[in-house]
């Protein structure tokens, strides 16, 4: 997998690293997902010199971050709902769009 050991995917799993699906007692899958994870584990450690517990780190405040991105997300959505809800409401002679907020993701490049 990624060119990776299995005793060293077996490690990431016991260090909380990576969670594939499991089949029966043994078998593991590895979704799309657990591979660009393995993936950036891979640059981390080998091109950038970060150890595990770095690793470990880095990869809880990414996955912090993107749970902040799809937060911030619906937050902009649910405003830019109201924001035309209230034009229509009040009848205003504006162009919605110029009003509406944009959001950019947060976007790493630690891949």
């Known amino acids: 997998m990624c060119g990776l050991h299995p005793q060293t995917l077996r490690l990431y799993e016991r260090l909380g690293l990576i969670q594939p699906h499991r089949v029966g007692n043994s078998k593991r899958l590895y979704s799309e997902a657990d591979i660009a994870r393995l993936r950036r584990i891979?640059?981390?450690?080998?091109?950038?010199?970060?150890?595990?517990?770095?690793?470990?780190?880095i990869l809880r405040l990414l996955d912090r971050i993107e749970q902040m991105n799809r937060e911030m997300a619906e937050l902009?959505?649910?405003?830019?709902?109201?924001?035309?809800?209230l034009i229509h409401e009040h009848n205003l002679p504006v162009d919605p769009q110029s009003l509406l907020i944009r959001f950019e993701r947060y976007e790493d490049d630690i891949d």
């Open 76 to 85: 902009v959505t649910q405003t830019n709902m109201r924001i035309l809800q």
């Open 42 to 57: 891979q640059r981390l450690t080998q091109q950038l010199g970060v150890n595990l517990a770095g690793v470990e780190i």
